[in-house]
């Protein structure tokens, strides 16, 4: 039972992440800004 308990938590985690990531993006295409938000995005993403 811990092992679905996981992959629930990982499926909430992984859709409140993508669901978060895309409030960004279309906030950051409203202000004109896509650029910045992608060069921010992936050096927090992967630092």
Do not use: P, Q, V
């Not at 993508?18 to 202000?31: D, Q, Y």
Request: no cysteine.
């Amino acid at each position: 039972s811990k092992e679905i308990l996981a992959s629930i938590l990982g499926t909430i985690h992984n859709l409140y992440f993508m669901s978060s990531l895309m409030k960004n993006i279309r906030l950051a295409l409203s202000e004109d800004r896509l650029l910045e938000f992608k060069e921010e995005f992936l050096s927090n993403f992967f630092s």
